[in-house]
């Protein structure tokens, strides 16, 4: 199955990157401009943040089975919104020996000072802007 050109019929030109080039490398983001071809063949250069990624938990309280459980949430500040933001305890690995559990486990000790009992992973979340500010 070829990827469809959005007339119905079959696109002959494979999106996905050119090239990329750099512009900044932080501790945590990257940011490249990338030139890129367009599902309809069409060229164009895109800037780029990519994020080293995060554990982020979603912690339950009370019963595991409750169909409307209590979420615990922590007010954080954050430059990027001028302000507070509620958010799920979050936070990057320590180094990279630790793992992802590892992390989300640490994370949520350190920012609500609770411990998980029983702690499952759900999914991966990409997130389009995570660190911009959009407003």
Do not use: K
């Not at 990827?3 to 019929?9: A, E, L, S, V």
């Not at 990338?34 to 780029?48: A, I």
């Amino acid at each position: 199955m070829g990827n469809r050109d959005g007339r119905g019929g079959l696109s002959t030109h494979v999106p996905g990157r050119i090239d990329s080039e750099v512009v900044y490398e932080g501790r945590v983001v990257r940011l490249s401009v990338d030139t890129v071809r367009f599902p309809d063949g069409s060229e164009g250069q895109l800037e780029m943040i990519r994020h080293v990624g995060a554990s982020a938990v979603l912690p339950l309280l009370g019963d595991l089975l409750d169909p409307d459980p209590d979420v615990l949430l922590v007010r954080q500040y954050r430059y990027a919104s001028d302000g507070y933001l509620y958010e799920v305890p979050a936070g990057l690995p320590a180094g990279p020996e630790e793992s992802w559990e590892d992390c989300a486990h640490r994370e949520l000790e350190e920012e609500t000072g609770m411990r998980a009992s029983q702690m499952t992973a759900l999914t991966r979340i990409y997130i389009p802007h995570p660190v911009l500010r959009t407003r």
